[in-house]
């Protein structure tokens, strides 16, 4: 299969190839690995109990589809990834922000699915080998697993596509043997060791998992939708049926590893760590599949953020090609997998990190579907392009590059969730507005939203909006409604 040689560029018609099935098959097939299975681990390390843990998972995560799910049809109509087509919100140079955004989350997700991934296979080589679980043994499988997905990243969408094809089938297989494999000792108690409600009460804590656990799942892809659905036709398929399955996708995707990422959690006993329980508690018959899976699922869905990863920094230095961004990219990967093997706790890091991340990218998503809403769907691809080509102009130029009002919105957005998160080594100054609560996702998504719309008059929209459709006017399609 020959590597992909599109970067951020517009994917003409003909190559748009792909259809809603392919969407669901990436969103599944790419998210049932350790990386996302580990996040289904956190509220029984917060204190919850088995029905509380799966309540805020699953209601988590079905309020971050609402939201996240339609950006999957901006790039269904701009037929580019997501970053560039918020500058038609932001600028053609605003819209870095969304490229910066994505790349951290991409950044985050890998360098953790890396290492999760890699614990687990040094500890599943250990059982069955005897292999010392040293720095040595460390270094070398995540140099592997770092080297086998740079691989995939590289030659891009299409082999990321058939991997996850083969993905979807084969790691559910290995899940529902894991099913089997730890339902003997498995336990609806929350588990003593985590030592009562991370928060000092039920409702906080269930709140931070909801946050976590939950809703930070569909908020890790506002950037990476727009990566598939470039390469559905919107000629070909309906903008219903492309929401349909992003749905479907992201739920599907999302909540089966996560929920055996709690299930096994309370099997295995794992209040304080995840992927050292999980391989002791493992039964001999599972160890060689628990390995394919740390393995193979890892690369899976490593490789997607990367290549994603890849587009965004391609986004940022329009003269480096796709390839060099995704394996610059992949040394810094590379390098936050071992400070997070040696300098954090799994449970603080993850936290943090997902906490940080929503309440920063909340108010960029919601600013970029209020524009889609405004705009109708209707987009200029030529003029998103500008500054791709090192080029000037176009209806999204704004103030050199800049939508000063909309950046201003995203900051403020943005500030006020940082004032209002609830890390394990700092706990923002407007908590004490919300009772103790993090609500920084709800608070920034609200500010950012609430501060775009009163900052930019909708008949400047209405004007790029009829700009944008008289330069495309020549090359119409009729979009199926249906």
Not at 165 to 194: C, K, N, Q, S
Not at 364 to 378: D, E, H, P, S, Y
Not at 451 to 463: I, K, N, Q
Request: aromatic share 10%; proline share 5%; net charge neutral.
């Amino acid at each position: 299969m020959p590597r992909e040689q599109r970067g951020v560029d517009t994917i003409p018609e003909e190559e748009r190839t792909s259809g809603p099935k392919d969407l669901v098959s990436i969103l599944l097939g790419s998210n049932l690995c350790l990386g996302v299975i580990v996040f289904g681990w956190l509220p029984p390390s917060f204190g919850l109990g088995w029905w509380a843990s799966v309540s805020s998972i699953v209601l988590g995560t079905l309020a971050g589809t609402v939201l996240t799910a339609p950006l999957a049809l901006v790039s269904l109509r701009t037929a580019t990834n997501l970053s560039t087509s918020s500058g038609a919100q932001f600028g053609v140079r605003g819209r870095l922000v969304g490229s910066v955004v994505g790349l951290l989350l991409a950044l985050g997700y890998s360098a953790l699915t890396v290492w999760i991934g890699g614990d687990v296979m040094v500890g599943v080589l250990g059982r069955l080998t005897g292999m010392p679980a040293n720095d040595v043994a460390y270094g070398v499988v995540y140099a592997l697993l770092a080297a086998a997905t740079v691989a995939g990243a590289v030659y891009g969408y299409r082999v990321l596509l058939a991997l996850s094809r083969v993905l979807a089938i084969g790691m559910t297989a290995l899940l529902v043997l894991g099913v089997i494999a730890y339902a003997p000792h498995f336990t609806t108690d929350a588990l003593p060791e985590a030592g009562g409600y991370l928060l000092g009460g039920f409702w906080p804590t269930w709140l931070l998992s909801a946050v976590a656990a939950g809703l930070s799942g569909p908020i890790a892809f506002i950037t990476l939708l727009g990566d598939y659905t470039r390469y559905i036709s919107p000629v070909r398929h309906s903008a219903r049926r492309v929401l349909h399955a992003t749905w479907l996708g992201l739920i599907l995707g999302l909540l089966v590893p996560q929920l055996f990422g709690t299930f096994t959690a309370y099997a295995a006993r794992a209040a304080l760590d995840y992927a050292g329980p999980l391989v002791d508690a493992s039964p001999t018959w599972y160890l060689l599949p628990l390995l394919l899976a740390a393995s193979a699922g890892s690369v899976g869905n490593a490789g997607l953020m990367l290549y994603s990863m890849g587009l965004d920094l391609d986004a940022i230095l329009p003269r480096a090609s796709r390839a060099t961004a995704t394996y610059a990219v992949a040394v810094v990967a590379t390098v936050c997998v071992f400070a997070g093997h040696y300098a954090s706790s799994t449970q603080d890091a993850m936290t943090s990190f997902v906490l940080l991340l929503t309440a920063i990218g909340t108010p960029w998503a919601v600013i970029t579907l209020i524009g889609f809403v405004r705009c109708g769907g209707v987009y200029d691809a030529e003029a998103l392009q500008v500054f791709n080509r090192r080029a000037r102009g176009g209806i999204y130029w704004y103030r050199a590059g800049w939508n000063i009002r909309a950046t201003l919105s995203w900051a403020l957005g943005a500030v006020v969730g940082v004032l209002a998160v609830a890390l394990p080594s700092y706990e923002g100054p407007l908590l004490g507005l919300t009772g103790g609560v993090d609500c920084s996702f709800l608070l920034s998504g609200l500010v950012g939203g609430a501060a775009y719309l009163l900052l930019t008059p909708r008949s400047e929209v209405l004007a790029d909006t009829t700009a944008a459709v008289d330069s495309t006017s020549t090359a119409a399609v009729k979009v199926p409604t249906d």
